[in-house]
């Protein structure tokens, strides 16, 4: 299943875990950590490279070059199988615990014997950690408290989840007199696919009150912490929300640092010490004199450092620092830039609401273009037919005059089967004007026939864009087994869109995949797969992904206007 570049990752995060659990060097476990991203990350197909290749790999040296290449021979390295030995695989789950970390885990391994996180719970239950040095009261509950989230939170929340939840405390604080501004930070304002917790930051002169009524929003089912300028509560669904308040003067050195990501905020923090300088979230200051010189804005703190405001989108240590400071930076696509939508239901397939519905709310975001694209009939359950297909186009047509400003387009999806061939033959194929081609049936095939399917879909003149290209459905359905590398070849070579499908749920091609795609050309679709009039808002969810993988609007076609988009969907000739 997976590729050989994400086990090899695996394999040079488990050794940088088990080396931060060994060692006292800080530097070379993150050294491996960064490599193992940039392998997991990178576009060629390790399993093709020679060992002068990897060393191209960014982050690689020869070190991590030669462990990765006797890796790819052979299946592990050495050094690895070293340590494994030394630490069995329980151990490094601990680390994971939050409040424990590698050098407390090391110390309950080696004094206790405790190799596990179960065992570590009935240690905790049985108060044994009280013998050892340096584990006080506050460490043991830390501990406990630890175990209990790594058991009860089954993961991390979908984004539109965490979304919601922000607007609702925005909409319960933002508007408080002694919140002078407040905002979304973390990994929500980075828009990652999912979310582990809420991180909200206010500016305000009176951070008691603030957290007063923080805490005792409805919301909350417990309070974690409540301190004079931060607390944590969780809230009813499950999801923790951190709040920190800070001064308004510190605001912008505060957003970049409760912005993250915390690889971001390293790398930017070590170019503040290389310049003299030290960075935190509350400002950034000389290192010697200890004087503060910015704080105010995000802008102001970037400049300082010599790089240019840098999206959130964009803060994940993927290159973003060394592309800031050569000047090549993405222009990320907006959401403004969006033309309109090209992948959308309504109630004649499996939609929730009827053409009008949608077309009125669809027009309500300024879209020049709207397609409808209802299932095609082999998707069995839909009971489409060519006449109900033909009816609604005529009656999109019909409805096109009372939408002087937004030109309807006529599309379908289309059902991708076994072989890669779709429901209609080409005559019919001709009278719509926008096809998005997916797979909805057969997830399980092998890589060759799913690779070989894919491409012959889009290999058809009649098929534009396709949907939700690797099919995964997120903490539910693993992604299709393809040949990812292959796809992106033949869209590029063909012509056809690649979808970046909104939908929270989805995201798919997710971020790295968009990064990996956009290397070969490739031309992206930005959709929504709406089925009700609210899902034409997750367009934020999409964009936000397409900014996640450096998509601009070159790159998406549904960002130009029609008679350019126009070019890509006579793609038959
Ligand atoms: P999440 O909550 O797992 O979806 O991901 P984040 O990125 O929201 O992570 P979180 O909530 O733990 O922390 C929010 C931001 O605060 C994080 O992106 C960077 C910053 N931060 C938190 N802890 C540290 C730290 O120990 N060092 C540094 N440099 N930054 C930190
Ligand atoms: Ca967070
Ligand atoms: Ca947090
Ligand atoms: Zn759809």
């Given at each position: 299943?997976a590729?050989?570049?994400?086990?090899?990752?695996?394999?040079?995060?488990?050794?940088?875990?088990?080396?931060?659990i060994l060692?006292?060097?800080?530097?070379?476990?993150?050294?491996?950590?960064k490599?193992?991203?940039?392998?997991?990350?990178?576009?060629?197909?390790?399993?093709?490279?020679?060992l002068?290749?990897?060393?191209?790999?960014?982050?690689?040296?020869k070190?991590?070059?030669?462990?990765?290449?006797?890796f790819?021979?052979?299946?592990?390295?050495?050094?690895?199988?070293?340590?494994?030995?030394?630490?069995?695989?329980?151990?490094?789950e601990?680390?994971?615990?939050?409040?424990?970390?590698?050098?407390?885990?090391?110390?309950?391994?080696r004094?206790?014997?405790?190799?596990d996180?179960?065992?570590?719970?009935?240690?905790?239950?049985q108060?044994?950690l009280?013998?050892?040095?340096?584990?006080?009261?506050?460490?043991?509950?830390?501990?406990r408290?630890?175990?209990?989230?790594?058991?009860?939170?089954?993961?991390?929340?979908?984004?539109?989840?965490?979304?919601?939840?922000?607007?609702?405390?925005?909409?319960?604080?933002?508007?408080?007199?002694?919140?002078?501004?407040?905002?979304?930070?973390?990994?929500l304002?980075?828009m990652?696919?999912?979310?582990?917790d809420?991180?909200l930051?206010?500016?305000?002169?009176?951070?008691?009150?603030?957290?007063?009524?923080?805490t005792?929003?409805?919301?909350?089912?417990?309070?974690?912490?409540?301190?004079?300028?931060?607390s944590?509560?969780?809230?009813?669904?499950?999801?923790?929300?951190?709040?920190?308040?800070?001064?308004?003067?510190?605001?912008?050195?505060?957003?970049?640092?409760?912005?993250?990501s915390?690889p971001?905020?390293?790398?930017?923090?070590?170019m503040?010490?290389?310049?003299?300088?030290?960075?935190n979230?509350?400002?950034?200051?000389?290192?010697k004199?200890?004087?503060?010189?910015?704080?105010?804005?995000?802008?102001?703190?970037?400049?300082?450092?010599?790089?240019?405001?840098?999206?959130?989108?964009?803060?994940?240590?993927?290159?973003?620092?060394?592309?800031?400071?050569?000047?090549?930076?993405?222009?990320?696509?907006?959401?403004?830039?969006?033309?309109?939508d090209?992948?959308?239901?309504?109630?004649?397939?499996?939609?929730?609401?009827?053409?009008?519905?949608?077309?009125?709310?669809?027009?309500?975001?300024?879209?020049?273009?709207?397609?409808?694209?209802?299932?095609?009939?082999?998707?069995?359950?839909?009971?489409?037919t060519?006449?109900?297909?033909?009816?609604?186009?005529?009656?999109?047509?019909?409805?096109?005059?009372?939408?002087?400003?937004m030109?309807?387009?006529?599309?379908?999806?289309?059902?991708?089967?076994?072989?890669?061939?779709?429901?209609?033959?080409?005559?019919?194929?001709?009278?719509?004007d926008?096809?998005?081609?997916?797979?909805?049936?057969?997830?399980?095939?092998?890589k060759?026939?799913?690779?070989?399917?894919?491409?012959?879909?889009?290999?058809?003149?009649?098929?534009h864009?396709?949907?939700?290209?690797?099919g995964?459905i997120?903490?539910?359905?693993?992604?299709?087994?393809?040949d990812?590398?292959?796809?992106f070849?033949?869209?590029?070579?063909?012509?056809?869109?690649?979808?970046?499908?909104?939908?929270?749920?989805?995201?798919?091609?997710?971020?790295?995949?968009?990064?990996?795609?956009?290397?070969?050309?490739?031309?992206?679709?930005?959709?929504?797969?709406?089925?009700?009039?609210?899902?034409?808002?997750?367009?934020?969810?999409?964009?936000?992904?397409?900014?996640?993988?450096?998509?601009?609007?070159?790159?998406?076609?549904?960002?130009?206007?029609l008679?350019?988009?126009?070019?890509?969907?006579r793609?038959?000739?």
């Amino acid at each position: 299943m997976a590729r050989l570049n994400d086990t090899v990752e695996a394999a040079l995060i488990e050794y940088a875990d088990l080396l931060s659990i060994l060692t006292d060097d800080p530097y070379k476990p993150r050294s491996y950590e960064k490599a193992a991203r940039a392998v997991g990350g990178y576009a060629g197909d390790l399993g093709t490279m020679d060992l002068k290749e990897v060393l191209k790999i960014p982050s690689v040296g020869k070190s991590i070059g030669e462990k990765i290449d006797e890796f790819v021979r052979t299946g592990s390295f050495e050094a690895l199988e070293e340590l494994r030995a030394q630490i069995p695989p329980g151990v490094r789950e601990m680390i994971a615990i939050p409040g424990l970390g590698p050098k407390k885990a090391i110390v309950l391994y080696r004094e206790l014997g405790i190799a596990d996180v179960e065992q570590l719970g009935q240690a905790v239950e049985q108060g044994r950690l009280a013998e050892l040095k340096g584990f006080g009261a506050k460490t043991e509950e830390n501990i406990r408290r630890g175990i209990e989230r790594m058991n009860q939170s089954t993961g991390r929340v979908l984004v539109s989840v965490a979304m919601d939840l922000a607007d609702y405390f925005l909409e319960r604080l933002g508007g408080r007199k002694d919140v002078r501004r407040m905002e979304y930070a973390g990994s929500l304002r980075r828009m990652a696919e999912t979310i582990g917790d809420l991180d909200l930051l206010v500016a305000s002169d009176d951070p008691i009150g603030v957290i007063d009524a923080f805490t005792s929003v409805g919301m909350t089912d417990r309070v974690l912490a409540k301190g004079d300028t931060k607390s944590s509560i969780l809230t009813r669904k499950g999801l923790q929300v951190d709040l920190r308040v800070v001064p308004l003067e510190a605001w912008g050195a505060a957003m970049i640092y409760f912005t993250g990501s915390k690889p971001h905020n390293i790398r930017i923090r070590e170019m503040a010490v290389r310049k003299g300088l030290k960075l935190n979230e509350y400002g950034l200051y000389r290192a010697k004199s200890g004087k503060l010189i910015v704080a105010e804005t995000e802008e102001e703190v970037y400049e300082k450092l010599s790089l240019p405001w840098i999206p959130p989108t964009l803060r994940e240590d993927r290159g973003e620092v060394e592309a800031a400071l050569e000047g090549t930076l993405p222009d990320v696509l907006t959401r403004k830039q969006l033309r309109g939508d090209l992948h959308t239901h309504t109630d004649l397939t499996d939609g929730l609401a009827s053409l009008e519905q949608m077309l009125a709310t669809a027009s309500e975001l300024g879209y020049a273009y709207y397609a409808v694209t209802d299932h095609a009939p082999n998707l069995f359950m839909q009971r489409m037919t060519d006449e109900k297909m033909l009816a609604q186009r005529e009656q999109l047509r019909k409805l096109q005059s009372s939408y002087p400003k937004m030109t309807l387009l006529h599309g379908t999806e289309l059902n991708i089967d076994a072989e890669g061939k779709v429901d209609w033959d080409a005559g019919f194929l001709e009278g719509f004007d926008v096809c998005v081609a997916s797979v909805h049936s057969l997830f399980n095939q092998s890589k060759d026939e799913m690779t070989r399917r894919i491409v012959r879909a889009m290999e058809n003149p009649h098929v534009h864009v396709i949907g939700h290209p690797t099919g995964r459905i997120i903490n539910k359905r693993q992604p299709v087994d393809v040949d990812l590398e292959e796809v992106f070849k033949a869209a590029a070579r063909t012509g056809t869109a690649l979808e970046v499908n909104g939908y929270p749920d989805r995201l798919d091609l997710r971020d790295e995949h968009i990064l990996w795609a956009r290397r070969h050309g490739v031309r992206f679709a930005v959709d929504t797969d709406s089925h009700a009039t609210t899902h034409l808002e997750h367009m934020r969810y999409g964009v936000g992904n397409a900014q996640r993988g450096w998509l601009t609007q070159d790159d998406v076609i549904n960002a130009w206007p029609l008679s350019k988009l126009r070019t890509v969907l006579r793609k038959g000739g």
